[in-house]
Structures are given as structure tokens and as C-alpha cells.
């Protein structure tokens, strides 16, 4: 098994660590910067 999966909704799977993550950040998908 591969160790990063590329998932069909636009998420990458780290199968070591059980991780997910987004392909693009979210100044790519709302077009400024988040803060939390």
C-alpha cells in the first residue's frame, strides 16, 4: 500500500499516520486567508 493516498474529494491520506489533509488551503478556495 502506498503511504499518501490522493482521495476522490480532494483530500491526500497519510496511511502511516492516519492524517488527512487538503490538497488546496483556504486562501485557494475562499480567496483570503482563514485565522483560527
Known sequence: ???FI???DGT????AT???WQK???RQLT???MHL
Open 1 to 3: 500500500m502506498p503511504r
Open 24 to 26: 488546496k488551503d483556504s
Open 12 to 15: 491526500i491520506t497519510d496511511t
Open 31 to 33: 480567496g483570503r486567508w
Open 6 to 8: 490522493e482521495n476522490q
Open 18 to 20: 492516519s492524517l488527512t
